[in-house]
């Protein structure tokens, strides 16, 4: 059976690595992005170029995007000259980034409306293990449609997993860094209030470390507030993107959560005082300049 032809939008480090692995893995690509050194090293690797998502969708039986923001995703969607104004009945539109689930589902059902699937499969892991096929995938959608594209998606994660109807991928994702941020900013904090208290971090660590409280997070945070080894890439402007977000889909269930207000206050301040493109863990020099 041939492989399906992809369309791939967004070729940023995470982006640009899966393009790459696909057409390793011998997969037709039409790329398009802002940056065009990125697509030039994709045309290189034997990719074609297209200026519009129109043009892409026409020409493509998988539409693929790895994109910032649920705006930016709109916006490539519902152009005018957008993928909704191209894509092919019988086609498949994957949303790879971290999207707020209720714009998800409306997405999902215009395309439906043109008898157009979609799943969204948010990622875990590293651009290190999207280049070797091996990321976590965290799809959702319709059974069927899952189906027709799990052949390409396993071959882009070494764990893909099917979490029920369209926008599930999406609320577990915003859940999922919701529990990841907060640790981090908690343990982040405790190591700065440990400094001004006196108390060795680095014991501070192998107590804690050796308890329940252990997790990979600390072990990041511990790398650069003890080490000076920033190792998380996960910027904190992301992170605090993902937050607000999460708080926008708590607030579409008719819910709240004040430890996320938190933790979105803490990130939002780091990234006003200009510290938004450092690592997530590297909020603790925000914290250690607090009250001085």
């Known amino acids: 059976m041939s492989?399906?032809?992809?369309?791939?939008?967004?070729?940023?480090?995470?982006g640009g690595n899966m393009v790459e692995n696909l057409q390793n893995?011998?997969?037709?690509?039409?790329?398009?992005?802002?940056?065009?050194?990125?697509?030039?090293?994709?045309i290189a690797r034997g990719a074609k170029s297209v200026s519009s998502g129109k043009e892409l969708a026409e020409s493509v039986d998988i539409v693929m995007?790895?994109?910032?923001?649920?705006t930016i995703v709109e916006k490539v969607v519902y152009a005018d000259d957008g993928i909704l104004a191209?894509?092919?009945s019988g086609s498949v539109l994957i949303d790879f980034g971290t999207s707020i689930p209720s714009s998800t589902r409306k997405i999902g059902a215009d395309l439906a409306a043109k008898g157009v699937g979609m799943i969204d499969a948010p990622l875990g892991r590293t651009p290190a293990h999207a280049k070797d096929?091996?990321?976590?995938i965290m799809a959702s959608g319709d059974m069927d449609t899952f189906n027709?594209?799990?052949?390409?998606?396993?071959?882009?994660g070494e764990n893909v997993f099917h979490l029920g109807d369209l926008g599930a991928g999406h609320t577990t994702k915003l859940i999922n860094n919701f529990m990841g941020m907060t640790t981090v900013c908690a343990m982040s904090q405790a190591f700065a209030v440990a400094e001004r208290a006196g108390v060795n971090t680095q014991q501070?660590?192998?107590?804690?470390?050796?308890?329940?409280?252990?997790?990979p997070f600390m072990q990041f945070c511990k790398n650069y507030a003890v080490d000076n080894v920033?190792?998380?890439?996960?910027?904190?402007?992301?992170?605090?993107?993902?937050?607000?977000?999460?708080?926008?889909?708590?607030?579409?269930?008719?819910?709240?959560?004040?430890?996320?207000?938190?933790?979105?206050?803490?990130?939002?301040?780091?990234?006003?005082?200009?510290?938004?493109?450092?690592?997530?863990?590297?909020?603790?020099?925000?914290?250690?300049?607090?009250?001085?």
């Open 3 to 14: 492989k399906p032809v992809i369309g791939f939008i967004g070729l940023g480090l995470m």
């Open 25 to 42: 893995r011998g997969y037709e690509l039409v790329v398009m992005d802002l940056n065009q050194e990125a697509v030039d090293k994709c």
């Open 65 to 70: 995007l790895c994109l910032t923001t649920s």
């Open 86 to 88: 191209g894509i092919k």
């Open 133 to 136: 096929g091996l990321l976590n």
């Open 148 to 156: 027709k594209v799990k052949p390409v998606l396993d071959e882009q």
């Open 204 to 215: 501070l660590f192998d107590i804690m470390s050796a308890g329940p409280s252990n997790s």
């Open 230 to 292: 920033s190792d998380l890439g996960f910027s904190i402007a992301n992170a605090n993107k993902d937050l607000g977000y999460f708080l926008q889909m708590v607030s579409d269930l008719g819910t709240e959560s004040k430890i996320a207000e938190g933790s979105s206050a803490n990130l939002q301040a780091a990234f006003d005082a200009g510290m938004g493109n450092g690592n997530v863990p590297e909020i603790v020099d925000y914290y250690r300049k607090l009250g001085s």
